[in-house]
T-cell receptor, first 106, second 114 residues
């Protein structure tokens, strides 16, 4: 099963874009790439998912590399409410990894 | 809709005791799953179910049993609790597994085994 690698932490200034990277070099051709985020003391919350093409929704954009070995979650304008741990998830066993803790600076 | 509900919110067990963590969803989702999250770690899949009567093991199934007699409910049983099972447990549900659609997570059960 595919596993993911993400930076432990990132910082962003409020109202600036944030690019959260993820490596998933062993992903299979049929595995989707999912992103979830988790606020303190809460369950994870779905953000976005995709297979090959870039995806947009009201929360974020997902940019997938052509070889699918990496992806980037894009928050277009970070707000204080976006401070959370972001998980890139893929594979049959839905491995969450340790995620990236995003700090948003006012 | 209540979404995914979990009970209890908190539980303290002594080593060797048994208990059942309850999970229910009212969205008519086929796929349900259980995860555990240890401090500072990501979530790890324990067991999952793709429909009533069908369950399978995830990454860390040892020490846990599940069953799925109805679409709505997916209880997780600890037969003989151990301190290593101290964790936060999350239940999740999704419309289907292949492909895996958006998963909805419950609020979690914080379990301490002494």
């Amino acid at each position: 099963d595919a596993k993911t690698t993400q930076p432990n932490s990132m910082e962003s200034n409020e109202e600036e874009p944030v690019h959260l990277p993820c490596n998933h070099s062993t992903i299979s051709g049929t595995d989707y790439i999912h992103w979830y985020r988790q606020l303190p003391s809460q369950g994870p919350e779905y953000v976005i998912h995709g297979l090959t093409s870039n995806v947009n929704n009201r929360m974020a954009s997902l940019a997938i590399a052509e070889d699918r070995k990496s992806s980037t979650l894009i928050l277009h304008r970070a707000t204080l409410r976006d401070a959370a741990v972001y998980y890139c998830v893929t594979g049959n066993q839905f491995y969450f990894g340790t995620g990236t803790s995003l700090t948003v600076i006012p | 809709n209540a979404g995914v509900t979990q009970t209890p919110k908190f539980q303290v067990l002594k080593t060797g005791q048994s208990m059942t963590l309850q999970c229910a969803q009212d969205m008519n989702h086929e796929y349900m799953s259980w995860y555990r999250q240890d401090p500072g770690m990501g979530l790890r899949l324990i067991h999952y179910s793709v429909g009533a009567g069908i369950t399978d093991q995830g990454e860390v199934p040892n020490g846990y049993n599940v069953s799925r007699s109805t679409t709505e409910d997916f209880p997780l049983r600890l037969l003989s609790a151990a301190p290593s099972q101290t964790s936060v447990y999350f239940c999740a549900s999704s419309y289907s597994k292949q492909p895996l659609y958006e998963q909805y997570f419950g609020p979690g059960t914080r379990l301490t085994v002494t």
